[in-house]
């Protein structure tokens, strides 16, 4: 009984049914254009706070930095 619930007729149609998934998928990929340009945001600004930081670090400690640096993006490009 649920089940013929669920899909009577007199509430909704296929057609309607289908409108709504066409619906739901164009509004699923807004929300992902909308999270990728929000992670590219995330991206420069993390891209930016790194610029600033270098900018503080001593001469002397600067080549300790882009080795911990390297080390990184290392680990990072090999799942370590």
């Known amino acids: 009984m649920y089940n013929q619930n ?4 007199n509430y909704i149609n296929e ?5 709504l998934l066409k619906q739901k998928a164009y509004l699923d ?10 992670e590219i945001g995330n991206m420069l600004k993390a891209l930016n706070d790194y610029f600033n930081a270098s900018q ?8 300790d930095a882009f080795n911990l640096c390297v080390l990184e993006i290392y680990r990072r ?3 370590k």
Request: charged content about 20%; proline content about 3%.
């Open 15 to 19: 057609t309607q049914y289908n409108e």
């Open 56 to 63: 503080k670090i001593a001469p002397q400690y600067q080549q």
């Open 77 to 79: 490009l090999n799942g």
């Open 6 to 9: 669920l899909f009577n007729q």
């Open 29 to 38: 990929k807004i929300q992902f254009e909308m999270d990728q340009q929000k």
